[in-house]
């Protein structure tokens, strides 16, 4: 079955509409965990996978980006049969492609959920991928996020609108797309009209009616 990823404003309920639709399809969903599993089939070191992704990212400045790097452990086959273990500078760029290639080594599985990561632009021309935006108004976001991680209304908005901008400057940034575009999606789901269950039963809805359209 196709895979689908989700574009989604912070608080707008994509986590919770994705596993229901993981519980009621059997899909996996797209999370680190998973991640870790994949890039251990790419062999790169499970241990030093780094989650690139919207959710972390932070606008930051020149300098943070010139010392923040990290180091990962990459294993490589070498001349005699066997394996051995390298140690790479993990820089912004290498995480970023770490990502994308885990999302498509994920694509190829088949049956699986990407929240985020920039998902929509990795599998932009792959056949076979459901696009999905979810957005909610910024009351109806903050009032959810409040609830779930018990802080007040004032700091659950301002944390909405701080990950939306660094979810819209990620996406540039790496992929050169406005998140907001509606061209990016099949479908785009304003979840201040819905509950996540019905949320996802539309989701799923879509997905049995994908069909791909040739490129213009």
């Known amino acids: 079955m196709p895979v689908i990823t989700i574009s989604r404003e912070?608080?707008?309920?994509?986590t919770q509409?994705?596993?229901h639709v993981c519980d009621v399809l059997g899909?996996?969903?797209f999370d680190k965990s998973m991640m870790a599993q994949v890039a251990g089939e790419m062999n790169v070191s499970q241990e030093n996978v780094v989650d690139f992704s919207e959710d972390t990212y932070r606008m930051r400045g020149f300098f943070e980006r010139l010392f923040g790097r990290r180091r990962m452990q990459v294993e490589a086959p070498d001349a005699v049969g066997g394996s051995s273990l390298s140690v790479e500078a993990?820089?912004?760029a290498a995480g970023i492609k770490l990502v994308r290639d885990t999302i498509l080594a994920a694509y190829e599985r088949d049956n699986v959920v990407i929240v985020g990561r920039g998902g929509q632009a990795v599998l932009r021309d792959k056949p076979g991928?459901?696009?999905i935006?979810?957005?909610?108004?910024?009351g109806a976001r903050a009032m959810r996020v409040k609830d779930r991680m018990g802080i007040t209304l004032s700091e659950a908005t301002d944390l909405c609108r701080t990950k939306?901008?660094?979810a819209l400057a990620y996406l540039a940034r790496f992929y050169?797309?406005?998140w907001d575009n509606p061209l990016l999606y099949h479908l785009i789901i304003n979840t201040g009209k819905w509950e996540s269950d019905d949320v996802a039963q539309v989701m799923i809805s879509a997905l049995m009616n994908l069909k791909t359209v040739p490129q213009l």
């Open 27 to 29: 899909y996996s969903y």
């Open 133 to 138: 935006r979810m957005i909610a108004p910024l």
């Open 10 to 14: 912070f608080g707008s309920g994509a």
């Open 90 to 92: 993990l820089s912004e």
């Open 176 to 178: 050169q797309i406005d």
């Open 164 to 166: 939306d901008q660094a």
């Open 129 to 131: 991928v459901l696009h």
């Open 17 to 19: 509409a994705a596993q």
